[in-house]
């Protein structure tokens, strides 16, 4: 399966207008955003858990990290409420659950095997800093990588800046809007955009709050089996 597999095109996903795809286990369902494999993939994926479903027990052979957007997500290292940011190295291991539903955003197969720090994250409570690079910004680091770095930002009303990395970027839109070449993005809409391309992104009126990767686009890891 290949979904938005062209990393050298800017993808964007309004992900509402997504209809919600079954996964192998029951109450788990999947929006994707993009997808480079059959069950085993590098993807990013918002996914769904009904109330008081769970996913069988699997190994990160590639890593994986996931935004808690609503509810609580779980497995036998703890719960993980709305707003937590976590990220599993590869080779690391567990069962997810939810006993009230959540919904998470989720990336697989995106992992440096030597990347071994396993983090959970409160984005509530991160610490921003102003960028003084951009007027209006506040950020806050939250894995920073020799091939990636990974910030929550919060852009003021109105706030317009130009991104561009060597390596790419991918934002999420976790409150606010954000508008880029005319379109409007809410909340928890998705974009990809490729290596050494500038986008102006502007912010909306009530100001935007986004989960921000850069530097990762430059080398696609992907599973033998896709």
């Not at 590639?62 to 976590?86: C, K, N, R, S």
Request: with cysteine; net charge negative; proline share 6%.
């Amino acid at each position: 399966m290949q979904i938005n597999a062209n990393f050298e095109e800017p993808a964007t996903v309004h992900t509402a207008s997504l209809d919600w795809i079954p996964s192998p286990m029951a109450g788990v369902d999947r929006r994707m955003l993009d997808r480079i494999g059959g069950e085993v993939a590098r993807a990013t994926s918002i996914v769904r858990y009904a109330e008081g479903s769970s996913f069988a027990e699997h190994t990160h052979s590639g890593g994986e990290e996931f935004i808690v957007l609503e509810g609580v997500f779980q497995d036998e290292h703890g719960d993980y409420p709305a707003g937590t940011y976590v990220r599993n190295p590869v080779g690391t291991h567990h069962i997810p659950r939810s006993e009230t539903g959540c919904t998470i955003f989720v990336k697989l197969w995106q992992f440096d095997a030597d990347d071994q720090e396993q983090i959970s994250v409160d984005l509530g409570s991160a610490p921003l800093s102003p960028d003084p690079a951009r007027p209006g910004v506040e950020m806050s680091v939250l894995a920073k990588r020799d091939y990636e770095n990974v910030s929550l930002e919060q852009w003021a009303p109105s706030t317009e800046a130009t991104l561009v990395d060597d390596g790419g970027f991918e934002v999420l839109v976790l409150d606010g809007s954000i508008s880029l070449e005319g379109e409007n993005y809410g909340v928890y809409d998705w974009i990809r955009w490729p290596a050494g391309r500038s986008a102006t992104i502007t912010a909306g009126h009530d100001g935007a709050r986004i989960w921000i990767k850069r530097g990762h686009l430059s080398e696609i890891r992907v599973p033998e089996q896709a």
